[in-house]
Every structure is written in structure tokens, then in C-alpha cells.
């Protein structure tokens, strides 16, 4: 079983910015494509990046520009980076790990507000 852990959420004010992180427990992290999600109150859950066992990330077209992910498979983290942080960035963002299965972590709630 894998236990994922998201953390490195919290209050910021508009323009600020936030790396979120992502811990997973047991090996084969590496074997793992890590995806971040986020949901507002009152929206559907929706992809922010993705990054696959290689490296290789992706972004919806929404979500390009602010925000970055990354991993460090020798610390069986992944990160979201957030940039210039917007009120409508508002939302609980969650880490889903795909490999032979999915696993998601409780999120993180990140709120952006003066």
C-alpha cells in the first residue's frame, strides 16, 4: 500500500508564491507518475501538471506559465511550484500517484487572499 502525503499549503496573499510537496511511502517511487490536482469550493477536480517517470511534465493550457512540477525520486517527493498566485487559486490541491493503481493524498488547502 501507498501512503501519500501532500504538505506546504496554507494563507498567502495575491502575487505570493508556494511549493507544495508530495511524500510518498515504500519504494518504487521512480515507477510512479505523479500528477497534481486541485478543487475549489463548488468545482469539479481538475489536472493542474503532470510528470511522468521520466521527467517529462505536463500542463493543461490553463495551467501554464505559474506553475511548475517536479521530482526528486531519491527523496520520493514531488513538488508543485506556484507562482504569482491568484484568489481563483484558491482550492485543495492533491497529489495522485499512477502506477499499477491509484493513490491520492487528503490535499493541502491553499487559500490566496488579502
Known amino acids: 500500500q501507498v501512503h501519500v502525503v501532500e504538505s506546504g499549503g496554507g494563507l498567502v496573499q495575491p502575487g505570493g508564491s508556494l511549493r507544495l510537496s508530495c511524500v510518498a511511502s515504500g519504494s518504487s517511487f521512480s515507477s510512479f507518475t505523479v500528477n497534481w490536482h486541485r478543487q475549489a469550493p463548488g468545482r469539479e477536480r481538475e489536472l493542474v501538471a503532470a510528470?511522468?517517470?521520466?521527467?517529462?511534465?505536463n500542463y493543461p493550457d490553463s495551467m501554464k506559465g505559474r506553475f511548475t512540477i517536479s521530482r526528486d525520486n531519491t527523496k520520493n517527493t514531488a513538488y508543485l511550484q506556484i507562482n504569482s498566485l491568484k484568489p481563483e487559486d484558491t482550492a485543495v490541491y492533491y497529489c495522485?500517484?499512477?502506477?499499477?493503481?491509484?493513490?491520492w493524498g487528503r490535499g493541502t488547502q491553499v487559500t490566496v487572499s488579502s
Open positions: 510528470i511522468s517517470v521520466s521527467g517529462t511534465t
Open positions: 495522485h500517484l499512477q502506477f499499477l493503481g491509484d493513490y
